[in-house]
Structures are given as C-alpha cells and as structure tokens.
C-alpha cells in the first residue's frame, strides 16, 4: 500500500515542476498550504512572489526557456549527472524505465529521467528504492539545476529548492536550500 501523504505530495511536486498549465497557480497555493516542511514552504512563497502578475502564456514561455531552451537546466535529471554523450546515461534511462514497467507506473509522454516523471514515480517504489532514487538521481540533479538558476536570478529556482527540501526529508537529510 502506498503512502498517500507521499502520493499527493510527490503529484504537487511534479506539477510544480512541469510545465504551468491554467491551473499551475491554483495547485501551487494549495501546495503552500499543505502540510510540507518550513523551508519548502518558504522556497514556494519566495517563488509565489517572483511569479505573482505574470500571466499563464508568460510563464509558460518562461519554462520553456529555462527548462527546455537552456542545457543547463535540462529537466533531464541524467544529463546533470552524467553528461549529454554517456553510456551510464542510457543505462540510467533503461533503468528507470525498466522499474516504471515493474511498477505499473503510467507513463505520461516525457523522458523517464524528466523532473517530473521520477518525483511522480517516488510513491510507486519501496522505501529501499525511494531512497536510492532520492539520493542518487533527484537530489543531486535538481541541485545542479538549482544552483544554476539560482546564479541567473530564476524565479523557478525557487520551485527546485522547494523540491530539495521536501525531498531530503525523505532522505532524512537536513534541506541545504532555502
């Protein structure tokens, strides 16, 4: 049986960190005020504030420029960690995909290794798995990807921060942002 707490908030995660649909906003008010740690929760108010008065076009065409215009911060978490060219890459990616297929796991169209996908993934795996993911994947790939927009003054570092935090508490690891 999996852990609904875990579900409802690796599923606010995901959204957050996919590309903002109409209700991008909506889900990003309920998020900051569901029951997630005080650190996430100020990473999504201080990404709140950036994003407040811009449009869903606009912020859109902001995601896509960071996330899908920008190689550094591709939401391919394998390309943080091992490069474009790299064969650990691809075993990476078949990998993934081989637990989504174990798991039942509904595939939505993006890349087995996207942001998003693995975050959706985390409450399909068992504690033992989760933490291996966690620790070896999100974590550092979405720090990378933090760090980064973080230097260029990007409101959706804000929103990667947020998920560090949630996340290492998985880990029981202290968060290092926010």
């Known amino acids: 049986m999996r852990n609904q707490h875990l579900e409802r908030t690796c599923q606010d995660l995901a959204l957050i960190l996919s590309y903002p649909e109409s209700d991008y906003l909506s889900a990003l008010d309920e998020m900051i005020q569901s029951n997630i740690n005080r650190k996430a929760r ?22 896509t420029r960071t996330f899908d215009l920008n190689p550094m911060c591709s939401p391919a978490l394998s390309v943080h960690l091992f490069g474009v060219e790299s064969f650990k890459r691809s ?14 796991f509904p595939s939505r169209g993006e890349s087995a290794d996207h942001m998003s996908t693995v975050i959706r993934f985390l409450p ?22 933090a760090d980064f ?3 260029k003054d990007n409101p959706f570092a804000h929103a990667i921060k947020a998920a560090i935090a949630v996340l290492n508490l998985e880990t029981g690891k202290e968060a290092t942002y926010a």
């Open 42 to 63: 100020k990473s999504l108010q201080e990404f709140r504030r950036a994003i407040v008065g811009i449009n869903t076009h606009d912020l859109q065409d902001l995601y």
């Open 91 to 104: 075993h990476l990616m078949v990998g993934l995909l081989d637990m989504y297929r174990d798991a039942h």
């Open 149 to 151: 927009l973080e230097s």
């Open 124 to 145: 399909f795996t068992s504690e033992e798995e989760r933490r291996d993911i966690l620790m070896m994947i999100l974590v550092p790939g979405l720090t990378k990807i």
